[in-house]
């Protein structure tokens, strides 16, 4: 069994940056953001392999979300810069043990609570 556990949402102006934090307790092979918007369904965002392996990131976060992790703290971070009134969302962590889940953004078996991300125009 994993338990995730997430901070860090909140709100900010477009334009602006929020760092979202996953802690992870049991082992996970690799752990994800996705999100979800009120109406729209939920899109994986970011996702790496514990301790190696390159990222995996939607187009739509390309060059302005970075995910990263300290193993030390079984943590894992997204860092949203740039931010624009479309990444407005509940934010979720998500993990599996499974390589097929792990390859992209498929059928995670492990979810933490989210945490909403708000940006204002």
């Known amino acids: 069994q994993v338990q995730l556990v997430e901070s860090g949402g909140g709100s900010v102006q477009a334009g602006g940056s929020l760092r979202l934090s996953c802690a992870a307790y049991?082992?996970?092979?690799?752990m994800a953001w996705f999100r979800q918007a009120p109406g729209k369904e939920r899109e994986g965002v970011a996702r790496?392999?514990?301790?190696?392996?390159?990222?995996l990131y939607a187009d739509s976060v390309k060059g302005r979300f970075t995910i990263s992790q300290d193993n030390a703290k079984n943590t894992v971070y997204l860092q949203m810069n740039s931010l624009k009134p479309e990444d407005t969302a509940m934010y979720y962590c998500?993990?599996?043990?499974?390589?097929?889940?792990?390859?992209?953004?498929?059928?995670?078996?492990?979810w933490g609570q989210g945490t909403q991300v708000t940006v204002s125009a």
């Open positions: 998500a993990a599996d043990l499974r390589t097929v889940a792990c390859r992209g953004f498929g059928g995670y078996n492990y």
């Open positions: 790496t392999y514990i301790g190696y392996g390159t990222p």
């Open positions: 049991g082992y996970t092979y690799c």
